[in-house]
């Protein structure tokens, strides 16, 4: 397929076709905010971040998912575009503890989200799964991003441990049956833990770490329950 010229903020550009325009605007040196993005997860488009402005089209669009057309003309900062941002992140401080999520932190800095807007909203709260010798979870900072289900399935691991459990605000990450992790599938490759966002999926020995174990008790906290069998002679 012939390569697409577009216009990014002002400058002209020629890409693939099929580019998105997030990437598009990486090739110009441009940086679009993302949070439920991932270079190695399949793009949903849920949180929002990424939206721009497109001429000729009344919603804003996900730069992550959506793809460039010849000619288009896009603006990423425009103040229709901050203003849906700023409210998302807004929103998300008000229910989920983001204390761990230091790119999110960035973003609310950078668009001046104020965090006391929607004070009285409703938080999200669950306890500290803490089932096996691996990893926590903590549900209460958890932003519904997806990425740690997407590697868990068809995105890497192909174990299919987690996924989407609840409905509306008490949408969450869970197990089938909520059985504990070392009654699933899971595998414990770590793969969720290393593209979680936020430090809802966090090493078991990071967090003992931080609340100031000693390398011995970590290691003693962290073995697994099973012992090795000896060869026999």
């Not at 439920?36 to 721009?52: E, F, P, Q, S, W």
């Not at 409210?87 to 800095?109: C, H, N, R, W, Y």
């Not at 929607?118 to 991003?145: Q, T």
């Amino acid at each position: 397929m012939p390569d697409v010229t577009l216009s990014i903020d002002g400058t002209t550009v020629t890409v693939p076709a099929g580019t998105t325009i997030l990437k598009a605007a990486e090739h110009l040196g441009g940086q679009i905010p993302t949070i439920c993005y991932h270079d190695h997860c399949t793009a949903n488009g849920l949180c929002r971040i990424c939206v721009v402005e497109v001429d000729g089209v009344k919603p804003l669009l996900p730069a992550c998912l959506s793809r460039v057309s010849e000619g288009m003309k896009v603006t990423t900062s425009s103040s229709r575009a901050e203003r849906s941002r700023r409210t998302i992140l807004e929103m998300l401080a008000s229910a989920v503890d983001l204390s761990q999520a230091p790119e999110i932190e960035k973003f609310i800095g950078d668009y001046r989200a104020d965090q006391s807007r929607f004070a009285d909203g409703k938080k999200r709260e669950h306890p500290v799964l803490d089932d096996n010798p691996m990893y926590i979870r903590d549900y209460s900072k958890c932003i519904l991003c997806w990425r740690c289900v997407q590697v868990c399935a068809d995105d890497a691991q192909f174990t299919y441990a987690i996924n989407f459990t609840g409905r509306g605000f008490e949408t969450s990450i869970g197990t089938f049956f909520d059985k504990p992790m070392p009654e699933t599938t899971c595998v414990f490759c770590g793969q969720c833990v290393g593209v979680c966002p936020t430090g809802a999926l966090k090493s078991k020995r990071e967090s003992l770490l931080e609340q100031g174990l000693s390398l011995d008790e970590i290691l003693q906290a962290t073995r697994g329950g099973k012992k090795r069998r000896r060869k026999s002679p």
